[in-house]
């Protein structure tokens, strides 16, 4: 539950709930004792689990809380690596060098933590050697040497023929 809908000293609107002290003792107690308590310390009175019977309230720091749970969710997306999909296009008659070079992209982009689909387009009457498509896509495979782990193998796709690579060690 997000902290917005959190309710705090006087929005709690049941009758009775559960407070939970600093050290840990639980107590069941009417609204208005929890909150005497509250405000005797200094401190709010926030209810952290509303759909329990009663519900469940903390004495705490409410700026202080909210200000911790932020910075948890701030870091948790930090940590977050948002995983790519390239796409490297080629045909099935490509030139040595013109593969070299695709294949050297497809290995920065594994080596960067990115998925690669590699993808070949036939056109006209290529459609009728897709054997050639599977050569080339093995010969790509053979060039970037073990730096991946095949999530989907070369396969056909109306006019297009491709196989999806990840970076070895994340699939």
């Known amino acids: 539950m997000a902290e917005k809908d959190l309710r705090i000293n006087e929005q709690i609107r049941s009758r009775e709930v559960r407070l939970i002290r600093d050290d840990g003792v639980q ?9 005497e308590i509250a405000k005797e310390a200094g401190l709010d009175l926030v209810e952290v689990a509303p759909q329990a019977v009663p519900p469940v309230v903390k004495i705490l720091n409410y700026g202080k809380f909210r200000f911790e749970n932020e910075k ?7 940590k977050q690596k948002l995983l790519k999909l390239k796409e490297i296009r080629m045909q ?10 695709k294949s050297k992209h497809i290995k920065e982009f594994l080596a960067d933590g990115n998925k690669v689909k590699v ?7 290529e459609l009728a050697h897709t054997e050639l498509g599977f050569d080339v896509m ?5 060039r970037i ?18 196989m999806v690579l990840s970076p070895k060690g994340k699939k």
């Open 27 to 35: 107590e069941i107690m009417s609204v208005l004792q929890a909150l």
């Open 72 to 78: 948890k969710l701030r870091d948790s997306r930090k």
């Open 92 to 101: 099935p008659k490509i030139d040595d060098h013109d593969l070299d070079f």
């Open 119 to 125: 993808t070949i387009r036939f056109r006209g009457r």
């Open 138 to 142: 093995k010969d790509v495979l053979s």
């Open 145 to 162: 040497e073990g730096e991946y782990v095949m999530d989907k193998p070369p396969a056909m796709e109306g006019r297009f023929m491709s």
